[in-house]
Each structure stands twice: as structure tokens, then as C-alpha cells.
């Protein structure tokens, strides 16, 4: 049933505009938050607007899912191909993508997790991702001269150590953050970035110790 305490207006929103919504809805209160009608109260829109722009909610969810998988593993894979000199500076363009969300959006990654245990066709979308950013980070240390036994050791150690921050929801000052990061590399690579590389690292986040 429409709102009617929502006059029907000439705007409708946009097609982002009410992704942006939905997003907010699900990182905030699960997939089952994701519906129609508070969506639209919360833009003070009315409920008919939705379907301008999307066929129904399947269809926002699955374009949630899209934007989950572009500003999660679309920017991880794409980091272990980023230039790098050294394997302990192509580490640091890994291990960076997860210093924010900007690089890697944790707080989506949380919820569709959690949406996954409730929805077998999220949960296979997931393991998949799983799969495919794990097969980057193993691609990578092979790149750099790493058995496929010992690549494969050593990228799960680098990605079940990330997602555990993620899911523990570690909060921790950047400043402590980074200065584990040499140390991390060794470990992931079994080599110890350079002060140099260290210094070009540090200027490239803009971060001043």
C-alpha cells in the first residue's frame, strides 16, 4: 500500500540515491532491514518511486552484492597487480588496501557475511570471492618466486589475518597499525621491507610519524 502521507512528487530519486540507501540499510540492520517502504520513508519518497529505477528488491539486492564485490575484491585483486619494485613493496600495496574503506569496504564485507548465513546463493557468491582473492594474493607471491605450496601457505595466512580483523572488528590507532607493517611483510613474504621502502610507503598514505 502507498504512503499517502508522502505526496507523489515530480523527483523520484536517482538509481544511486537509493543503492546508497539500501547500503546504509544493510550494513546498519541486515538484509532483512533492506525493504521497500522504510527505504522510501527514510528518502521521504513515495514507495511507487522505487520502480523507476529498479524491477524489484531482487534486483537491489543484487546490485548491492555488485557494489560489494567492486569495492571489496575488485580493489584487492587489482593491488596485487599494482607496480612494484620489490615483493616487500608489492606486500605493502596489499596489506595497504586494507587500512581503510576506502581501499576495502569492511563494513560491507561484515554484512554480506553475515547475509550469507542466511542465503545459499550469497553464501556460493562468497566463497567464490574467497576463492578468487585468494588465488590473487597466491598469483602474486608466485610472480615473486614462491612454490605454489608455499605461495598458497603463505596467501591464506595474509588473508584469513585480514578478514580476522575484519570480522573481530579490530579498532586499533594507524599509527600502531603501521608500525606492525614490516613486520607483517616479513612474515607474508619471509623478507623485511627497507627503511627506504618503508619512507616511500609512508609518504605515498600521507602519514607523518
Known amino acids: 500500500m502507498q504512503d499517502t502521507s508522502l505526496p507523489e512528487r515530480g523527483w523520484r530519486g536517482s538509481t544511486e540515491l537509493w543503492l546508497d540507501a539500501a547500503y546504509d540499510a544493510l550494513v546498519e540492520n541486515g538484509v532483512d532491514g533492506v525493504k521497500i517502504m522504510p527505504l522510501a520513508n527514510a528518502l521521504k519518497l513515495s514507495r511507487t518511486s522505487f520502480y523507476w529505477f529498479f524491477k524489484d528488491k531482487r534486483q537491489l539486492l543484487a546490485m548491492l552484492l555488485n557494489r560489494w564485490e567492486d569495492t571489496t ?3 584487492l585483486v587489482t593491488a596485487t ?3 612494484a619494485a620489490s615483493e616487500t613493496e608489492a606486500m605493502l600495496n596489499v596489506i595497504n588496501t586494507f ?9 560491507l564485507e561484515l554484512a554480506v557475511r553475515a547475509w550469507a ?9 562468497l566463497h567464490k570471492a ?13 610472480h615473486w618466486g614462491h ?14 589475518v585480514q578478514i580476522g580483523y575484519i570480522s573481530m572488528r579490530v579498532t586499533e590507532p594507524l599509527a600502531e597499525r603501521l608500525e606492525r607493517f614490516p613486520r607483517y611483510v616479513e612474515i607474508y613474504t619471509g623478507k623485511t621491507p627497507s627503511p627506504q621502502e618503508m619512507d616511500r ?6 602519514h607523518r610519524g
Open 73 to 75: 575484491t575488485t580493489p
Open 147 to 160: 612454490s605454489r605450496a608455499d605461495a598458497d601457505t603463505r596467501a591464506r595466512t595474509i588473508y584469513l
Open 117 to 125: 548465513q542466511q542465503d545459499e546463493d550469497v553464501l556460493a557468491r
Open 130 to 142: 574467497d576463492n578468487d582473492r585468494i588465488q590473487a594474493l597466491r598469483e602474486l607471491l608466485e
Open 201 to 206: 610507503f609512508m609518504a605515498r598514505i600521507g
Open 99 to 107: 587500512l581503510s574503506d576506502a581501499g576495502f569496504d569492511t563494513r
Open 81 to 83: 597487480r599494482d607496480y
